[in-house]
């Protein structure tokens, strides 16, 4: 019995696991044994019958010279061998079902001691031990799979740590980078005494951009919890949008930027409607477009298509720029990182891929890069029809009194 305290100064017993097996071992065996015992007894009063074959009036002699009726006879015949089938009965009844509880007992300890190891594994991890692992190597059935099953779950919490612990550290260093800036001009500038206002102007501008540039990676960082939190649940908000919308909205607003380095910019912009958060959206197709503006080379290309079918809209970005190995993709998706390489101190905030990511799993799409021959690379985000999927409208309604 395990004891446990529901509220302070109560407690109520409560059977663990195994005793609630053992129990019902113990009771389907006492039932089984109690069947069997009492079909002997009705087996043994039916059967010794001898005298219903000999004529009425037959007497027997027993051993002790006492002569009796046969039919008497029988009846105390029948009636010790029914009582002695019972009694003995009752006593093989009750040592089988003793040993039996008991075996039940030691079998099902021995079958739930991996459920043990889950338990003390689980009270004993903490964010320094999760490289522990029950590593059950037992028979091949159900509690395997459990132990197999939670030792999975660790290797996803230890993975999950790991990078929280990598994505705060890169943040913290983004962040510590233009602060560190600021700081540094504005200390030089006010140790010398004989700086001008052309030397304040120029500190201030050094200030600002660096300020800029926090005040980005805040807003990455901001963005890309926001789509987290609403990965694989509904969104908060839900109207229908056009990926072509905003594919041109993005593309409007880099154009200076493409024309400065003599991109050749193509596009196929068709109809893509889908339904979704429009401002994270407009984020998606805008940190494809920057991304391919920004990670390009002098007279490069970029091409941008849009469209639609029936189950699915997409959107598809690609440019030429520096070569990346396709074995290096599925970390472009991580936050900080290119191409496998830690983005820290690069151009942008390195959050832009990984934002695409998050915005695709909150709307149920998916998102794929190809690393492009003579380099760059192309992403295609595909995300649910908007035939497909349901306008969420929200209100709220102040109650009068």
């Not at 290309?301 to 520096?322: C, E, H, I, P, Q």
């Not at 998916?366 to 760059?376: E, K, L, R, Y």
Request: proline share 3%; aromatic share 4%; hydrophobic share 45%.
């Amino acid at each position: 019995m395990t004891v446990y305290s529901g509220r302070p100064g109560r407690h109520r017993l409560r059977p663990t696991l195994r005793l609630r097996l053992t129990l019902l071992n113990g009771v389907l065996l006492v039932g089984a044994g109690a069947i069997l015992v009492l079909l002997a007894w009705l087996l043994v009063g039916d059967a010794l019958h001898p005298a219903d074959q000999l004529r009425a009036g037959t007497t027997v002699e027993l051993a002790n010279g006492t002569r009796l009726d046969a039919r008497d006879w029988q009846d105390q015949v029948v009636d010790a061998a029914s009582r002695e089938l019972l009694a003995k009965g009752l006593v093989a009844l009750l040592a089988i079902s003793i040993v039996g509880v008991a075996g039940a007992y030691a079998v099902a300890g021995r079958a739930l001691r991996p459920l043990h190891q889950v338990t003390s594994t689980a009270q004993r991890l903490g964010e320094e031990t999760l490289d522990q692992r029950i590593r059950y190597s037992g028979a091949d059935d159900e509690v395997a799979e459990l132990a197999a099953t939670f030792d999975a779950m660790l290797d996803r919490l230890g993975e999950a740590f790991e990078t929280q612990k990598r994505f705060v550290a890169n943040a913290s260093h983004e962040l510590r980078t233009p602060l560190a800036v600021m700081r540094t001009e504005i200390d030089v500038t006010m140790a010398d005494e004989e700086a001008d206002v052309a030397e304040y102007r120029r500190m201030a501008t050094v200030v600002r951009d660096a300020s800029e540039r926090a005040n980005g990676l805040v807003d990455a960082l901001l963005v890309l919890a926001r789509s987290e939190a609403q990965s694989g649940r509904r969104l908060a908000r839900k109207v229908n949008t056009d990926l072509a919308t905003a594919a041109t909205t993005a593309l409007s607003a880099v154009r200076g930027e493409a024309d400065r380095l003599k991109l050749t910019v193509t596009t196929s912009l068709k109809p893509a409607p889908v339904v979704g958060d429009p401002s994270l959206l407009d984020r998606l197709a805008g940190n494809l477009i920057e991304n391919a503006i920004r990670y390009n080379h002098l007279h490069g290309k970029v091409w941008a298509r849009t469209g639609s079918d029936a189950a699915a809209a997409w959107l598809v970005v690609g440019n030429t720029g520096f070569e990346v190995d396709q074995t290096d993709v599925p970390g472009l998706f991580e936050p900080f990182r290119r191409g496998g390489r830690e983005r820290t101190g690069a151009r942008g905030s390195g959050l832009g891929l990984s934002i695409v990511r998050a915005v695709c799993d909150a709307h149920g799409g998916t998102v794929t890069a190809a690393a492009q021959p003579g380099g760059g690379l192309e992403v295609t985000v595909t995300l649910p029809a908007a035939d497909t999927t349901p306008v969420v409208a929200a209100t709220a309604a102040v109650p009068t009194h």
